[in-house]
Structure formats: C-alpha cells, structure tokens
C-alpha cells in the first residue's frame, strides 16, 4: 500500500486498490504540502515520520521515501547523510534499483531510501529526460509488492520531483497546519491535483485531510479547522495532531515521536492517527 502526502496538506486515498505490473493489488499514496516553502515544513515531515513508524509499529512493512532535497525525514529517523552510499537522487536520476538505497531503520518494520544535498540538483536534470514525470513511478514498479505501505516525503514545492510523487500515488492525505496561511495554499495544492489528475494519473485520489498543530485554545485555530471541515466534509480525520513540545524536539534526537517519548499527548495523537489510516485503507 503506497500511502501518502504530507506538509500543508496531508491527503490519502480510498480508491480502487492500484495493480502494477501484475503484483498483488495495493494501495499507494504521497505525503505533501505546500504553503511557498514557508512554516509547514516540520510538520509535513513529522507527520511522515510518524505515521509511517505508527503504522510499522502495528506490524505492517513500511517504506518511506525521501525525496526532499533537505533530507529532513532521514536525520528524523536517525540516518547520516553523510555517509550514504546510494540515495534518492542515485534512484531518479541515475536510474538505480531502490534495493540497492534503502535501509532499515531503528524502528521495527520501516525502512527508508534517504535524501541528502545531493538530490538538490535533480529538478534542473529532470527537464531534459523523456518522461520525467514518470521515473519515480516506473522505479517504484519494482518493490511496490514488498510492502503493505509506501509514503513519500516531499519537497515543500510544487516542482518536478514533487509531480513524480503525485504521478506515482494513487492516494493522497492532506495535513492542514491551524494557521491562516495553510487555508490560501490549499486552493492551489487542490488546483495541482486536479491537474495531475486530468492528465498524469486518473486514480489519484484525496483521501482527507489531517489537522495539525491544532491549539484548542486559540479562535484561528477553531476557525481553520472549521473551514477545513467545510470544504473536506466527512473526508477530515478523526485524529487531530496538537502543538507539542515532544514533537518539535524528536527529531533533533533522530528518533519518531514513538521511541523519544511514547508518553506524550503527540505520541498518543499520532498513534491514533496511524490507526485511522490502517482504518480506512
């Protein structure tokens, strides 16, 4: 099961299960979001973090895919970029089998193909090759029966290597931070879908959304979540993801939420979280 997108909007899919090349059906998804690169960053990638290690944590093999440039979903989960001998980067533009750059993680039943710099330079080579929306889709056609679900972290804009992530998925799950801004990037992330969808990939679809860094204390985060309903309906997660201070310090430690304080109210929410989308996939 291929499995979400994360950042200013989290989305997932509940559309027909998507077959490649003959394998085992399976559900597939993205994790993106996009506010101009600004404030939605920490939680698009801790909600990948997390809800990829929630769900590895309730038995399921679990894949992350980093392709932001940034690599911000590998150090959250301890990695060295450093020290890497194959990356995303190897995968998309070098054409190398995803095998040979994922690597466990320390979290039981999740693995990760890292990020580092070295994927920075990719939106520039990507315009020249033939089908390039189409690479991060055919690579992930080889492992895609190996695992119950794939996510994808993706870069905070709307460029090439975020557009392979949408071609690829067939399901996205949109996590909307309680700010204003959140809700004028949605019409545009909404816009893209729809685009992607018209003309790349008929199957995408948005599975909800996800309200993050919610403060019930707060009129303007009672007033986003209020319109996010509106517009998502039914399709808006039970779960909701509080501002926490355990969350904004995981990752510096490289660890998900789970393993650095499984007795914080962020543990317990992303748990629940993790569950839900099990729930409905």
């Not at 209020?226 to 904004?248: A, Q, T």
Request: glycine residues 6%; contains cysteine.
């Amino acid at each position: 099961m291929y499995n979400l997108i994360f950042d200013e909007f989290f989305l997932f899919t509940t559309g027909e299960p998507y077959t490649l090349k003959g394998v085992r059906a399976v559900r597939r998804g993205t994790i993106k979001n996009h506010k101009n690169g600004v404030n939605f960053l920490p939680y698009k990638t801790t909600t990948a973090v997390n809800v990829s290690s929630g769900i590895a944590l309730e038995g399921k093999k679990v894949l992350l895919l980093d392709i932001d440039p940034q690599g911000n979903a590998s150090s959250g989960l301890g990695i060295d970029k450093s020290v890497l001998n194959k990356t995303t980067y190897d995968v998309i533009i070098n054409g190398a089998p995803f095998k040979e750059a994922i690597i466990e993680t320390r979290v039981k039943g999740l693995s990760i193909c890292p990020s580092n710099t070295s994927l920075a330079g990719a939106e520039v080579e990507l315009v020249s090759i033939s089908n390039r929306e189409l690479i991060l889709k055919k690579a992930v056609g080889d492992i895609v029966d190996e695992y119950d679900y794939i996510f994808i972290d993706c870069p905070p804009s709307l460029g090439l290597l975020t557009l392979n992530a949408l071609t690829s998925a067939d399901s996205i799950l949109i996590p909307v931070q309680c700010e204003y801004y959140a809700l004028e990037g949605l019409s545009e992330l909404m816009n893209t879908v729809k685009l992607v969808k018209q003309y790349l990939n008929p199957k995408l679809y948005v599975e909800g959304a996800v309200l993050t860094m919610f403060d019930a204390r707060t009129n303007l985060s009672i007033q986003v979540a209020d319109e996010v309903k509106k517009y998502f309906k039914e399709r808006v997660y039970r779960s909701v993801i509080p501002k926490n201070v355990r969350l904004s310090e995981a990752p510096s430690f490289g660890l998900p939420i789970y393993l650095y304080d499984s007795k914080s109210k962020g543990s317990d929410y992303y748990q629940q979280l993790s569950k839900e989308v099990i729930e409905k996939s």
